[in-house]
């Protein structure tokens, strides 16, 4: 139903109408709206931590984050509805629990650890990384629904952030980034 009508068109209503059962029976798998929200966001959220958790083809730590980005990329823009919940707060008043929300953070973790093998630890510059990454997902969605116009930017959008640290002496792979590297890989 948020696919076709979005995340505001959420109706306990339709949904019951849909479900074939009576809205107060809704109410007794869930105790408002917001706990329909919540659902969903621990299952998109676990579905993202479980992609974004999956081997990678390469060995080498820049192709590993760009890897990451083209998931990235695809999870959001095959569903801009999960999208919303995930990512933008579209919804008044609603926050997911700690435990719909654990994935998410699981989620973060792992591109911590994709940049970290790039040599960025900054919390910043991975403020930075998620700022301009969620930019690649907002242009593509806007601007090229179903097209690859910003998703393909994907390899030199990595070389721009990994130089710019570079350049700005922040950024050095680390010793260990081979060897961490073959861990995501496998």
């Not at 083809?57 to 999208?83: K, N, Q, W």
């Not at 593509?140 to 959008?157: E, H, K, M, T, Y």
């Amino acid at each position: 139903m948020v696919r076709s009508d979005g995340l505001a068109g959420l109706s306990l209503r339709e949904l019951a109408k849909r479900a074939g059962i009576t809205t107060p029976t809704v109410y007794s798998y869930f105790s408002s709206k917001n706990a329909i929200y919540d659902a969903m966001f621990g299952q998109a959220a676990t579905q993202f931590a479980e992609l974004m958790s999956e081997p990678y083809a390469s060995e080498d730590p820049r192709a590993i984050l760009a890897g990451g980005v083209r998931r990235f990329l695809e999870f959001c823009t095959t569903d801009t509805a999960r999208y919303q919940l995930l990512f933008q707060r579209t919804i008044p008043g609603f926050e997911p629990t700690a435990e719909s929300f654990a994935p998410a953070i699981r989620a973060l973790g792992l591109v911590r650890e994709r940049l970290a093998l790039n040599g960025i630890r900054d919390p910043r510059h991975v403020d930075m990384w998620t700022a301009l990454t969620t930019g690649l997902v907002d242009q593509q969605i806007s601007n090229d629904p179903g097209g690859d116009r910003w998703a393909g930017l994907v390899d030199d959008f990595v070389a721009m952030f990994l130089a710019y640290c570079q350049a700005n002496g922040r950024a050095a792979p680390s010793a260990s980034a081979s060897s961490a590297a073959r861990r995501a890989r496998s």
